[in-house]
Every structure is written in structure tokens, then in C-alpha cells.
């Protein structure tokens, strides 16, 4: 099932945040055509495999958009485009005669999706920047780890704060185009997007409460919801929130004792607990943690990611796919029931 064929792309972005949307879009359907500079070639081809998923499957046009030739053979393009998503900083489009009100006059129909750092306005807007400023920008290093500020291992600000914003916005002015007949310019900034994440504190500080420390709260290491070594020093996950999986996990624990504790957040009750679960996790092996522990614990193995990708579950829910030449990628994290059911 492909339920953006039809749709046409022409994709100016390049490292993560844009190529990614563009990628998801285009596995669900939609064809894509990059515009890569002859001279200044995206700095993901120094890792293949990366460029692959991102743009193996999409149609590359090199051209020199400092060139008028170039900008005449864009603009041919444009004839039969409907989505046009540029990663540039502000102005930079315009400049070059590429910008959206040089173009909806020509082009009405037009869905043109910037997607930068921090936006088409504000003080920052022409401010270089990458994930980790988006993140720190958006509060959220400020309570990410433990006494002081960590890296993320994946880019939230990139893809949480970007890619997935520009992909749900071009999606819904593909709807509304579909009522009026028109497009319209998308304005995505990274550092927006990762300052949205702060779903379940923002409302706190905004209320008035103090800001959120690392730590500190339920969610990041201020509680007992955290990871623990065992014996073969492998890691678990242990997310048993509310009563009736503490309850279980308790039980699963030859610990029924402990139930009591749960409903006590004081930060000496939980580092307390936390304490007596790490001792215990320690006595043994993950795999004989796993064995004793059952579906109601919300408890999981910490998997390295080559473990991840051929874990039972995700090969079921067919997380990589295989292209005809055996080349293998991580596959749209969306599933079409229709789909299934159209082929029994």
C-alpha cells in the first residue's frame, strides 16, 4: 500500500533532518528528486550505508543553483512537483529566485516546507546550529543526565523536532490543498520542535513550579523507572509505573514487601528502592532476570542495536526491508492494516 503515490518531491535538503522526511515520504509512496551541489556534495556520502537509507532510492539532479541554467531547469521541474522542502538558511532561497513568493505566482498549487534551525523569524533565525543546540536551546539538556549535561545517542532535536513536524505539516497542507486547490509555505524550526518535547514539564514551569532538574523527576532518574546492571553485566529496563505492573514486578521479585513503597515519591523512599534494586539485579544474570519476569513487569533487556534489529518482535513487524538488489534499510515505522489484509 502506498498512499502518497502521486506526490511529487523535489528535496534541496541535506545531512539528516530533511533527507529523513523526504526518505519517510517516499516510503509510503511519494517520489523524490534531490538537488545536490556539484561542488559542495552532502557530507553523509563520507558514510555510504547513512546515504543509502536516506537517498539511495530517490532521484539525484547535480546542478550549480548559482547557475540561471540551473534555475530554469528547477523551475521546468516545478511544472510537476507539489512538494518542494528546502533546508537552507533564510534567504538563501530567495536569492536565488527560489523563494516562495517568487514562486506561488507561477506555481499556486505549490507546498514549499522550509525546514531550518530556528526559523524563518526571530533574533536566532540566521544563527548556525545542530541537534545539540536545538536540544540545549530547548531546555531539554538541562535535565538530560545526571550532574551535568549528556549527548544523546540518536538527534532529537533533528528528527523528533524537525522531521517529523515537517512531514505532518506537509501531509496536512496536502489535505487542505485538496479543499482549496492551493499550497501554501511551511515554517519548520528545529528548536521549536525540540521545545514541544517538554510535553510533561513545560506545563509545570509555566504554572509557576521550579524548573526540572536532572534527576529529579519520575521520568529521569529521579525514581526507581531506570536502568539496572545485572550479574553479567548487561543492563535492564525497568518502567513499572503504575501500581498494578510495581505490583507485579514486586511479586515477580519474590519481593511482595516492597508493594508498600510505591506510593511514596519522597526522594529518600525512591533512592532507597533504587538502591535495593540494584543490589538485587546484580545477584543475577539478565537472561535469568528475563526468564523469572513476566509480561506485566514492564521490564526489558537493554539491547545493543544489531540485537535490536533481529529482536522476534521487530522482525515481525518488519522494521527492515530488503530492496531488489539485497540492500537492506530501516523500513517506514508505519504499518497499513489495509495493506495486510489486501494480501490475506
Not at 121 to 133: K, R, Y
Not at 239 to 251: I, S
Not at 269 to 279: G, I, V, Y
Amino acid at each position: 500500500m502506498k498512499p502518497l503515490a502521486g506526490l511529487n518531491i523535489l528535496d534541496f535538503s541535506t545531512l539528516l533532518p530533511g533527507p529523513w522526511a523526504t526518505a519517510q515520504l517516499q516510503s509510503m509512496g511519494a517520489q523524490v528528486t534531490r538537488i545536490e551541489s556539484p561542488t559542495h556534495p552532502d557530507l553523509l556520502r563520507a558514510y555510504p550505508n547513512t546515504f543509502a537509507q536516506l537517498n539511495g532510492e530517490k532521484n539525484t539532479l547535480v546542478l550549480d543553483l548559482k547557475d540561471s541554467t540551473s534555475i530554469a531547469t528547477i523551475k521546468q521541474q516545478l511544472r510537476d512537483v507539489d512538494i518542494l522542502l528546502e533546508q537552507f538558511r533564510p534567504g538563501v532561497m530567495q536569492r536565488l529566485g527560489l523563494g516562495y513568493d517568487a514562486l506561488k505566482a507561477e506555481f499556486p498549487q505549490l507546498i514549499y516546507c522550509s525546514l531550518t534551525g530556528y526559523g524563518q523569524t526571530g533574533p536566532l533565525a540566521m544563527q548556525a546550529g545542530h541537534d545539540i543546540n536545538y536540544q540545549a536551546m530547548a531546555g531539554l539538556a538541562s535535565y538530560n543526565g545526571a550532574a551535568t549535561p549528556v549527548t544523546t545517542a540518536v538527534q532529537i532535536g533533528d528528527i523528533a523536532g524537525g522531521s517529523y513536524p515537517a512531514m505532518v505539516a506537509i501531509l496536512a497542507a496536502v489535505i487542505e490543498r485538496q479543499q482549496t486547490g492551493f499550497g501554501q509555505h511551511i515554517d519548520i524550526a528545529m528548536a521549536d520542535g525540540a521545545l514541544a518535547l517538554n510535553t510533561l514539564t513545560a506545563p509545570e514551569v509555566l504554572a509557576g513550579q521550579p524548573n526540572p532538574k536532572a534527576c529529579s523527576n519520575l521520568l529521569n532518574g529521579g525514581s526507581f523507572y531506570d536502568y539496572y546492571e545485572t550479574a553479567d553485566q548487561q543492563w535492564l529496563a525497568v518502567g513499572a509505573l503504575e501500581p498494578k505492573f510495581f505490583n507485579a514486578l514486586c511479586q515477580a521479585l519474590g519481593k511482595p514487601g516492597w508493594v508498600s513503597r510505591f506510593a511514596d515519591y519522597s526522594d529518600a523512599n525512591q533512592q532507597s528502592l533504587k538502591s535495593d534494586l540494584r543490589a538485587l539485579f546484580l545477584q543475577r544474570t539478565q537472561q535469568a532476570w528475563l526468564s523469572i519476569l513476566n509480561d506485566e513487569c514492564c521490564v526489558t533487556p537493554v539491547l545493543n542495536l544489531a540485537d535490536a534489529l533481529r529482536h522476534p518482535q521487530f522482525v515481525e513487524r518488519g522494521v527492515v526491508r530488503v530492496d531488489d538488489q539485497g540492500k537492506q534499510y530501516l523500513n517506514v515505522p508505519i504499518r497499513f492494516h489495509a495493506e495486510q489484509d489486501s494480501t490475506g
